[in-house]
């Protein structure tokens, strides 16, 4: 790995949330793009994880070169990364964490800290209570206050999680706080930053250790932030950006106007189609999604979703063939290679179904029976159903789904996670019609 050229950077970009996922999809592009860079002009990542120093361990001891491996049916392919120079861990390292964000060669700060790291209430409004230190909104806040006191431009700030209109999620939640912490700051940054929303896609399953056992094999020596992925990748982005940016585009990336049809389309087909399969696959007693994505009585179901039910709510760009879209999707679902586990995608289910099934079922015209069956098999997971073999829940709002089943009827538990004033619900609640039908496929457990 020491035979990658790094650069010295001129330009930055902090990244809040350095799991496998950035790694295998922004660094890679990043990294991509340096390799065929025209201008001179390096660019480099530093990487922030929130609480945990594991990959900080991992990556900093290798001077932030990491592999990643694209998994298919043909065998593997090994890429050496070398666009992450350093990674902190916020928790730790407070002060650095705001030196990066203040330093004047950082032009961009990118996210994956997960649909549950942006301290949303059930409406979508900020939750103070989650928004405490230790989330990305005081260290956000701290950075940029200096940028302002040391007259340094404004940022482009770039979500890339799974959220619908990531980018302006991410916008009203900042100024929320802001407004709230320093009204000087949240003027300034309104006036000098943007925050361009995006669509990210990449399957990246947690690296295991027979990966990072293959990895060594294939490079001869050990990779502890290996990370492993399929060779699809696609990253859509607005076209909004406060200043410089590395040339993604010369490597994949697409730079639109507008982001919603392709974001949209991501969010309800193919993690649409990814929750169905966990919780239904959880259910039938498989681990990976290219098990259950075979088995011929959930196959069809996660076609139905996708064909009949998502598809229909969506408005395609010029060239968008969401037929198309959904037959790539089963394609890569049923990548043996991959070893995606259902579990992985079963977790904070409650941070991921709005957007995922609720908002198709709020917009379409027809029945959804594909998504009320897959609402189904969720409510009887965070009932425990699957706790015995898979293990406890895991989701921020495990407790409180819990409690909302505890002596109760599926007709009473319904109202309280999926109703108006529900657990998870806000905006989204079912129309009583698809409560009625909900109600008879939790009872039935059946597809
Ligand atoms: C998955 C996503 O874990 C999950 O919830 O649906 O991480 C999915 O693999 C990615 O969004 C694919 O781009």
């Not at 660094?27 to 945990?52: E, F, H, M, N």
């Not at 399969?277 to 996708?306: C, K, S």
């Not at 968008?320 to 679902?333: E, I, P």
């Not at 007709?411 to 009625?436: F, N, Q, W, Y």
Request: proline share 5%; charged share 20%; net charge negative.
């Amino acid at each position: 790995m020491g035979a990658k050229n790094v650069q010295t950077a001129r330009f930055g970009i902090v990244h809040f949330g350095i799991g496998a996922f950035h790694r295998a999809h922004q660094a890679w592009y990043t990294d991509k793009a340096q390799d065929q860079k025209q201008d001179g002009a390096g660019w480099s990542i530093v990487g922030i994880s929130l609480r945990s120093a594991t990959v900080a361990q991992q990556l900093n001891p290798q001077d932030g070169l990491y592999t990643v491996t694209e998994c298919s049916p043909g065998g593997r392919a090994v890429r050496v990364i070398g666009s992450v120079r350093q990674v902190l861990t916020a928790s730790e390292q407070p002060e650095a964490v705001a030196a990066a964000i203040a330093a004047p060669e950082t032009h961009i700060i990118t996210f994956t800290v997960t649909e549950k790291g942006y301290c949303r209430t059930a409406e979508g409004s900020l939750d103070p209570e989650l928004a405490q230190e230790g989330s990305i909104y005081p260290f956000l806040g701290r950075g940029l206050r200096r940028r302002l006191d040391a007259g340094l431009p404004g940022l482009t700030l770039l979500s890339c999680d799974n959220l619908a209109h990531n980018g302006r999620q991410l916008e009203n939640l900042l100024t929320a706080y802001l407004r709230k912490q320093d009204p000087e700051l949240a003027e300034w940054t309104a006036r000098t930053c943007t925050f361009p929303c995006s669509m990210v896609d990449r399957i990246v399953p947690a690296t295991t250790i027979a990966d990072l056992d293959a990895v060594a094999a294939a490079i001869d020596m050990e990779d502890r932030g290996a990370v492993v992925t399929e060779p699809f990748s696609q990253w859509v982005i607005e076209d909004r950006f406060a200043g410089q940016r590395p040339a993604w585009e010369r490597v994949g990336a697409e730079l639109v106007a507008d982001v919603t049809p392709y974001e949209t389309a991501k969010l309800r087909l193919l993690n649409g189609a990814h929750s169905a399969l966990a919780y239904l696959g959880l259910e039938q007693g498989h681990t990976f999604v290219h098990e259950a994505v075979a088995d011929p009585a959930i196959r069809p179901v996660i076609e139905q979703l996708m064909r009949d039910e998502a598809a229909p709510t969506i408005p395609a760009a010029p060239g968008q063939d969401l037929g198309a879209y959904a037959d790539a999707l089963l394609h890569r679902f049923a990548n043996p290679a991959l070893n995606h586990r259902l579990i992985q995608i079963a977790m904070d289910g409650s941070q991921k179904i709005t957007q995922r099934w609720l908002e198709t079922l709020l917009e379409s015209r027809n029945r959804c029976p594909a998504i009320l069956t897959a609402l189904a098999a969720w409510l009887r997971h965070v009932r425990g159903d699957n706790t015995a073999i898979w293990g406890a829940v895991d989701d921020p709002m495990a407790e409180a789904l819990a409690l909302a089943w505890k002596g109760r009827t599926s007709a009473e538990a319904v109202h309280a996670i999926l109703g108006h004033d529900g657990v998870i619900c806000g905006e989204s609640a079912l129309r009583s019609s698809d409560a009625k039908e909900l109600l008879a496929l939790i009872d039935a457990k059946r597809m």
